[in-house]
């Protein structure tokens, strides 16, 4: 035994050829929805690596689109998630890059939401239809979306991750890891905790509330 989960071994429940190019880049394109917390206008995204080469064969770009739709892997829709995408007015942009230094399956996605918001996440797909964010905005991460993630944007001042987990600690939520990611020091940082419950929306409000705090993302478990 290799020490692999059954998931790793069989992978997901999924529509598609390839669990890497269609249920791994709909899974990227799900948590970019998350990350952005809102329905999507515009997607501009860049494929690296083998997505690059047979993103259209291997339906990556269906499955992408699946993805910033909502759908789950063993959507049906999935097939015609471009044509969906259309009649729902999101406008979805794909360009290729072949480049070494990341990850053969990524994908870069820069997302616009209905209300103007933009944000920017990277993630790669890394077999078995599991997959890696690498970076939110200008935050370097490595999430997998294996638990419900919880992110709190805050400024760089003493004391702040010690309270946002006191109130998590309080409401009965517990940590399954956490790290934090800044650019550099005094600048804004990013808290991205994993934990074993969910995080409802009055948690997340009573997170947002912490002084310093200046705003949460969360990515449910995918």
């Known amino acids: 035994m290799t020490g692999k989960s059954v998931f790793e071994i069989i992978g997901p429940a999924m529509v598609g050829p390839s669990s890497s ?6 899974r990227i394109g799900r948590a970019a929805r998350m990350v952005l917390g809102e329905n999507p206008a515009r997607a501009e995204i ?3 690596g083998s997505f690059a080469k047979t993103y259209r064969g291997h ?7 699946a993805g910033l739709l909502g759908m789950n892997t063993d959507d049906e829709r999935i097939r015609d998630a471009l044509a969906v995408a259309f009649r ?9 890059e072949l480049l070494s230094a990341v990850h053969p399956n ?6 616009t939401g209905v209300s103007g918001r933009s944000i920017f996440v990277e993630g790669s797909s890394v077999g078995g239809g599991n997959i890696v964010i690498s970076r939110i905005n200008q935050f370097f991460v490595n999430i997998r979306g294996v638990y419900p993630t919880l992110m709190a944007e805050h400024r ?11 109130v998590l600690g309080q409401r009965g939520i517990n940590i399954t890891s956490m790290n934090v990611a800044r ?11 994993e934990t074993d419950e969910a995080v409802t929306e009055d948690i997340q409000e009573q997170v947002a509330a912490v002084p310093d705090v200046i705003g949460i993302i969360k990515i449910d478990s995918l």
């Open 21 to 26: 190019h269609t249920a791994g880049a709909l």
């Open 88 to 96: 729902e007015g999101l406008v979805i942009m794909f360009k290729t």
């Open 59 to 65: 339906g990556t770009d269906r499955a992408l689109a």
């Open 46 to 48: 860049v494929l690296y």
């Open 106 to 111: 990524t994908a870069a996605i820069a997302l």
């Open 156 to 166: 760089d001042r003493p004391g702040v991750i010690g309270k946002v987990t006191t």
């Open 183 to 193: 650019e550099q020091k005094g600048v804004d940082k990013l808290m991205v905790i």
